[in-house]
C-alpha cells in the first residue's frame, strides 16, 4: 500500500468481507467478496467486491484499499474516494 491509512482502518477493512460498497454519493457498487493481503499484515491491500445483480462467476473486480475513505461497520458499507 502506498499511502498510510488512519488508525483503525485496516482492521475494519480486514472485517468488511459482506459490506457494501459504495462510491462518495452513496450509490451501491457492489459487495465486498473477500479481502486480499500483500505488503502488510494488518491491512489488505485489495477488496475484491463482486458487483451487484451479477450472479456466478469466481472473480470480482479488485478495489485497492487506498481508495476507501471510510468503513461503517453499524451500516455494513465500505466508501470510496471519488
Do not use: H, K
Not at 1 to 11: F, T, V
Not at 18 to 31: C, H, I, S
Not at 37 to 42: A, K, L, T, W
Amino acid at each position: 500500500m502506498s499511502q498510510r491509512l488512519p488508525a483503525g482502518l485496516g482492521d475494519q477493512l480486514a472485517r468488511c468481507i459482506g459490506f457494501v460498497v459504495q462510491d462518495e454519493e452513496g450509490r451501491p457498487l457492489g459487495t465486498v467478496a473477500w479481502v486480499r493481503y500483500g505488503s502488510r499484515v494488518d491491512c489488505p491491500d485489495v477488496l475484491v467486491v463482486r458487483r451487484r445483480g451479477v450472479l456466478g462467476g469466481r472473480g470480482g473486480t479488485e478495489i485497492p484499499t487506498d481508495n476507501v475513505t471510510r468503513v461503517d461497520p453499524g451500516a455494513r458499507t465500505v466508501t470510496l474516494a471519488g
